[in-house]
């Protein structure tokens, strides 16, 4: 009996201590920093200066993806499911003019989700009806008579009908096409014009960063200011409760097409982002253009070095949708 009490204090004694021990895990777990969230997006749309360089027709017809554009997007979010992970498409509606979309359809029933990206890619701080896109520039009747707002409005509200009706889905979230450097910080009205169109969130700024001289390869100070960059640009919301989840550098364009980088910068520059953010548990918002990838990028290397960084983390990054993303912003 008495060896009993004792065996049973001893055991007390060791639950006690491990209940200790489990809420000092607990207490510092509390503290610790949510695990990294990592989003790869593409936006599909042509890309001008691809897949030549002197194709600039694209500027015209943004939604008039091309086959090789197609099957890059299929093909990489097949290399995203490997790794569970989801790419999040941004969808420039004009595309579903063409005789088939069944490509698409594949995509959204792997479970990817698609936002809207409007129907002709606009500007939404265009000063005049006409400079919303080229197409209208060429085309002013297009557009004759209305505001700039108008046009915006409208062309964000005809991509959600073309997605609702072409591929029986409602929108995920919205990007705007181009970014900017303050985001719609300044356009409020704009906030909520996004807000009754139904979006609940919106990724419209892109951070300025140094990226170097062209066909040279970027110095230390180029990826020390990309990485600064990133740091300043993560989600946050408007004073009107729209969320925004920035665009992280470096884009494709910024980077191939506009630098004409070679992929070893682009891999290092990436992996240099996603070091950070995992040390610092913040959010990268890879964004991407098939376009451009198709050309610069066949065999998927960027996508699969973020997967495989994610897949091999230790649990400090998980993918995430800019849904899910958004939906970890606080309230105000
Ligand atoms: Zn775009």
Redesign the pocket.
């Known amino acids: 009996m008495e060896s009993l009490v004792s065996d049973r204090r001893r055991f007390l004694r060791a639950a006690g201590a491990a209940a200790v021990t489990a809420m000092n895990v607990c207490g510092a777990g509390s503290t610790l920093k949510p695990t990294a969230q990592i989003a790869i997006t593409l ?1 599909l ?1 042509m890309s001008a200066q691809y897949p030549t360089r002197e194709m600039l027709e694209w500027n015209f017809q ?1 939604g008039n993806l091309d086959e090789a554009t197609k099957r890059y997007s299929v093909g990489a979010a097949r290399v995203a499911a490997q790794y569970g992970a989801k790419i999040h498409f ?1 969808c ?1 509606a004009r595309v579903l003019e063409q005789p088939k979309v069944s490509w698409l359809k594949r995509i959204i029933e792997a479970g990817h989700p698609v936002g809207n ?1 409007t129907y002709d ?1 606009v500007n939404l701080k265009a000063a005049t009806a006409q400079q919303t896109q080229f197409r209208f520039q060429r085309s002013p009747w297009l557009v004759a008579g209305k505001s700039p707002n108008d046009v915006v409005r409208e062309n964000i509200r005809l991509a959600t009908h073309a997605m609702k009706q072409r591929l029986g889905i409602m929108p995920a979230g919205f990007r705007t ?2 970014g900017f450097s303050n985001g719609l910080d300044d356009r409020e009205d704009l906030q909520q014009m996004l807000l009754d169109e139904g979006f609940k969130w919106v990724s419209s700024r892109y951070p300025p960063h140094k990226s170097g001289i062209a066909r040279q390869p970027p110095g230390e100070d180029v990826y020390r200011s990309i990485l600064n960059a990133q740091q300043a640009a993560q989600p946050y919301r408007y004073p009107t409760g729209l969320v925004e989840i920035p665009m992280s550098p470096i884009s494709d364009v910024t980077g191939f097409r506009s630098k004409y980088w070679k992929r070893e910068y682009f891999l290092k520059a990436v992996g240099q982002i996603l070091d950070q953010c995992f040390e610092r548990r913040e959010v990268f918002d890879f964004i991407a253009h098939p376009s451009c990838l198709v050309v610069e990028d066949p065999d998927f290397e960027i996508i699969r070095l973020i997967c495989e960084r994610v897949r091999d983390s230790d649990g400090r990054a998980e993918f995430g949708t800019l849904d899910q993303i958004a939906a970890r912003v606080p309230e105000r």
């Open positions: 936006d749309e943004k941004f420039v990206h890619h096409p181009g």
